[in-house]
């Protein structure tokens, strides 16, 4: 079966404190994508990053980063020197068509950050 | 922006009525697909469409049916509607390759469905 989960269901940082969202997936797909998606209180989804499963670079852009474990399949994303304007609920996302997904995207239950002034 | 439109963006109606939500997809998108997010369930997918054909269908409910149109706009038609189905109703647009997802989805705001 593939999963996606996300441990953290809320978590509370003061802006300027570095947080870490975790991700765990599972899929028996060699082949696969891992996203990132941010959902702000307004309610659109929007889209962070993808990254295949042959690329296992980190990705830093700006002040996030992500860091991609093939080994505890994880998918990881920090946010380093937290803004307010970072709270929102982050969503990983997994794309794989193994088992009967038809390659759509399936979604962890997402994580609420609260950055705190 | 997404260049993924939805409407309404906000529906508010009662039980046993139906509502129609309409997406209007990223220019040069084929591949529509359509997501209800609620607080028990989380981000559900719905069904897909390509090219005004059907491709992959979730856990879409009975009552619930979507087409995709020729000038590639799409829309979900709720009926019966139970307090249940009160959601998020996201639209996304998506490039395909060979018919396979090979990018990111690009959601719409959401058409915000309350069932009184």
């Known amino acids: 079966a593939q999963k996606v989960t996300q441990a953290q269901t809320e978590i509370s940082v003061v802006e300027k404190e570095d947080v870490t969202l975790d991700c765990v997936y599972e899929?028996?797909?060699?082949?696969?994508?891992l996203f990132w998606y941010k959902q702000p209180p307004s309610g659109e989804l929007v889209f962070l990053i993808r990254?295949?499963?042959?690329?296992?670079q980190n990705e830093i852009s700006g002040r996030y980063s992500w860091n991609f474990q093939k080994s505890t399949s994880s998918f990881n994303f920090t946010i380093t020197a937290s803004q307010v304007v970072d709270s929102a609920v982050y969503f990983c996302a997994l794309k794989s068509d193994y088992g009967g997904s038809q390659g759509n995207l399936i979604f962890g239950k997402g994580t609420k950050l609260s950055v705190k002034p | 922006d997404s260049g993924v439109t939805q409407t309404p963006k906000h529906l508010i109606t009662a039980t046993g009525q139906r509502v129609t939500l309409r997406c209007s997809p990223r220019?040069?998108?084929?591949?529509v697909y359509w997501y209800q997010q609620s607080l028990d369930q989380g981000l559900q997918f719905l069904i897909q469409y390509y090219n005004g054909e059907e491709r992959a269908k979730g856990n879409i409910l009975e009552r619930f049916s979507a087409q995709q149109f020729p000038d590639l706009h799409s829309e979900l038609n709720l009926s019966s509607l139970e307090l249940g189905d009160s959601a998020l109703y996201f639209c996304a647009s998506s490039v395909l390759a060979g018919g396979q997802l090979v990018g990111e989805l690009f959601f719409g705001e959401g058409s915000r469905l309350t069932v009184l």
């Open positions: 220019s040069g998108d084929l591949s």
């Open positions: 990254r295949n499963s042959f690329d296992e």
């Open positions: 899929t028996r797909d060699t082949t696969y994508y």
